[in-house]
């Protein structure tokens, strides 16, 4: 993976105004940002700063001496968890325009200081942070009330949540590293010990694996039961300090761990089922990086020191255009950025069995049809619906796209209905009639159960076969 240096959007300050934390909405058109003056200032996908609003003292009557430890955008975009020192999570409702109203819906008290927190994509209604009593609570927003995921006895440096939004990890001071994972009505099903890392893990990310990384100098990648697969040793570089902050792409297929002047960058080879170091970039007076956010879509990340600036960097593997009229750009193997050149529109191609996206192919200045080894993605780029189903290439596919709503694929004498936006097939069946005009397709508002789809896909046939 390659990072270029594309803008400062926040310049360094005289002195320490350390960057607390970053992060990029999940529907890609705002980053927040925090250092030690307590306020969110929020920038567009561009870098461009759009808005900033300041942060509340749990005691208004107290005075304002405490630190903004970390923020969290809900799944919707529309919400901000900001954790803070003095004992307190404030979510804010910021709506998902510029301009929107802003209003605090939610607050957190407890008993000792907050020290990190995120947010799982599949929990749009819980928050979860960390406390320096080593609790680890979730924020439930319908409620408005904590509750303790689990206790330990050691203080919570760090948290992340697991890239498909089903897990969550928190590190210790006493190096220890704890995973738990939801069942599927949002409570807890299984908290364990998952590893004793080698030092305090600061640097904390969950993507493909477990990466973790401290003041030894080393980052070491567990697997989801804490084995080690590999760790990489920098304790003899005279040059390199200690690591401070990690954080895993989109897709979990690169994590990028902060240091002093410098950051590197670490990707995962899914067919050696192998990490590999990506490589180096030396930052001179860039000073600690404090902060890490990448945006949803995987294509940029910021990144913010210690004395207040940050960086922003596009982020690829390679990118090329297709018929002058599109770009693609690979942010990693399971994942393609398609923007169309007129008039900069994007959709966000993405294999969500984490396969390879081998091959890529746009009908009709609109539809789009990519492969991967296992799964065909079929998309709609006005529409921005996509679909991915299990497939096995036979390269004599005939796609149809005389139906807006569904792609039909004929191929050895099999007809095959799938509606974009949904990650099944609706309909198949055996016919010999394959002409376009000879087919109709009707698809009623409300879902389909798989059997009442089978049986529209065989009355098309069947009606194709007639008028045959």
């Known amino acids: 993976m390659q990072l270029r240096h594309l803008k400062t959007i926040h310049p360094q300050q005289e002195g320490i105004a350390k960057v607390t934390s970053i992060c990029w909405s999940p529907n890609n058109k705002r980053v927040a940002i925090v250092t030690t003056d307590r306020v969110v200032h929020l920038f567009d996908e561009n870098g461009d700063r759009r808005d900033k609003f300041s942060t509340k003292p749990a005691d208004a009557a107290r005075v304002r001496n405490y630190m903004v430890r970390g923020m969290a955008w809900s799944p919707d975009s529309a919400k901000l968890a900001v954790a803070q020192s003095d004992n307190i ?19 957190f008290h407890q008993q000792s200081s907050i020290t990190c927190v995120c947010w799982p994509s599949e929990h749009p209604h819980e928050v ?13 927003l319908r409620s408005n009330r904590p509750l303790t995921l689990y206790s330990t006895d050691s203080y919570v440096v760090s948290c992340c949540s697991k890239v498909d939004g089903n897990g969550i990890l928190s590190g210790h001071l006493d190096g220890t590293v704890y995973r738990f994972i939801f069942d599927e009505s949002g409570r807890g099903a299984l908290q364990t010990q998952v590893c004793q890392h080698t030092c305090v893990p600061y640097a904390l990310a969950w993507g493909e694996s477990i990466c973790c990384a401290g003041n030894d100098q080393k980052v070491v990648f567990y697997d989801n039961d804490g084995l080690v697969l590999q760790h990489f040793d920098f304790s003899t570089d005279e040059s390199q300090r200690e690591f401070t902050v990690a954080a895993a792409n989109p897709s979990g297929e690169a994590v990028v761990v902060g240091s002093f002047n410098r950051f590197h960058t670490f990707a995962y080879n899914p067919r050696a089922a192998v990490w590999e170091q990506a490589g180096v970039k030396a930052v001179d007076n860039l000073y600690t990086v404090t902060a890490l956010g990448w ?127 949904r990650n099944e097939v609706l309909g198949s069946c055996r016919t010999e009639y394959m002409n376009p005009h000879q087919l109709s397709v009707k698809i009623k508002a409300l879902p389909l159960s798989p059997a009442a789809a089978a049986a529209a896909a065989a009355a098309a046939a069947a009606a194709a076969a007639a008028n045959g």
């Open 295 to 421: 945006k949803a879509d995987g294509s940029r990340l910021c990144v913010g020191s210690l004395c207040g600036g940050v960086e922003l960097y596009d982020a690829c593997i390679h990118r090329y255009r297709y018929r002058g009229k599109f770009e693609f750009t690979y942010v990693s193997v399971s994942t393609v950025i398609v923007k169309r050149l007129a008039n900069g529109a994007r959709i966000v191609l993405k294999s969500h069995f984490g396969y390879e996206v081998t091959k890529i192919n746009i009908y009709e200045d609109r539809f789009l049809i990519a492969h991967t080894p296992e799964t065909l993605l079929m998309g709609d780029l006005d529409t921005c619906k996509l679909s991915e189903v299990p497939w096995q290439a036979t390269s004599k596919e005939k796609f149809l796209f005389d139906n807006e709503r569904v792609c039909v694929i004929c191929t050895n004498a099999e007809l095959t209905i799938v509606e974009y936006g």
């Open 128 to 140: 979860v942070f960390g406390l320096a009593e080593g609790k680890v609570k979730i924020g439930q």
């Open 89 to 107: 999570v404030f979510v804010y409702k910021l709506g998902t325009e510029w301009g929107d109203r802003k209003s605090i819906c939610n607050k």
